[in-house]
T-cell receptor
Framework: LAKTTQPISMDSYEGQEVNITCSHN???????ITWYQQFPSQGPRFIIQ???TKVTNEVASLFIPADRKSSTLSLPRVSLSDTAVYYC??????????FGKGTRLHILP | DSGVTQTPKHLITATGQRVTLRCSPR?????VYWYQQSLDQGLQFLIQ???????AKGNILERFSAQQFPDLHSELNLSSLELGDSALYFC????????????FGPGTRLTVL
């Protein structure tokens, strides 16, 4: 079961691009990488999922290098409403789901 | 709105008591996951059900149990409650058996006094 390591917290300013990196050295061949966002007292919300290279959707991009031992969630032009906790998960399904403590992102005006 | 509903929203009870939390998955979703989130803690995976059967088990205490019914709603039963059980309890649903995009409910906030 791949363990993930993320920074505990990050600060950024409105309008900036924010990159949050997650390390997962023991990622298995079948594992996908998934990111969730959670606001206080709300359930997490799926942001993006990928297996390799780059994935982009309307809210974020996910960059995964060839060795897949890390991944980077990129949030373009953040706003105050992006202040939240961001979780990186690695797994392929039947494993126990480990969210960890995530990265607390604080966007400043 | 994720389409997942949880009841009740808030629950206040005393130590030693037993409570039942209810989760209705999105229409068509067969898997239900239960999580516990204590203050300032990450989400702890408790248990997963798929189409009525237990699929995976996480850090679920023996005092806790769950089940998924034929209509696919799920209940999490917490007994012999302790102060440390105070937390937000989330359920999430997914169409298939394996992990993919999970849709989370709004949670039940349990307070044990």
């Amino acid at each position: 079961l791949a363990k993930t390591t993320q920074p505990i917290s990050m600060d950024s300013y409105e309008g900036q691009e924010v990159n949050i990196t997650c390390s997962h050295n023991n990622i298995a061949t079948n594992d996908y990488i998934t990111w969730y966002q959670q606001f206080p007292s709300q359930g997490p919300r799926f942001i993006i999922q990928g297996y390799k290279t780059k994935v982009t959707n309307e809210v974020a991009s996910l960059f995964i290098p060839a060795d897949r031992k890390s991944s980077t969630l990129s949030l373009p032009r953040v706003s105050l409403s992006d202040t939240a906790v961001y979780y990186c998960l690695v797994g392929e399904g039947r494993d126990k789901i480990i969210f960890g403590k995530g990265t607390r992102l604080h966007i400043l005006p | 709105d994720s389409g997942v509903t949880q009841t009740p929203k808030h629950l206040i009870t005393a130590t030693g008591q037993r409570v039942t939390l209810r989760c209705s998955p999105r229409s068509g979703d067969l898997s239900v996951y239960w999580y516990q989130q204590s203050l300032d803690q990450g989400l702890q995976f408790l248990i997963q059900y798929y189409n009525g059967e237990e699929r995976a088990k996480g850090n679920i205490l023996e005092r806790f149990s769950a089940q998924q019914f034929p209509d696919l709603h799920s209940e999490l039963n917490l007994s012999s409650l302790e102060l440390g059980d105070s937390a937000l309890y989330f359920c999430a649903s997914v169409f298939g058996a394996d992990y993919n995009e999970q849709f989370f409910g709004p949670g039940t906030r349990l307070t044990v006094l």
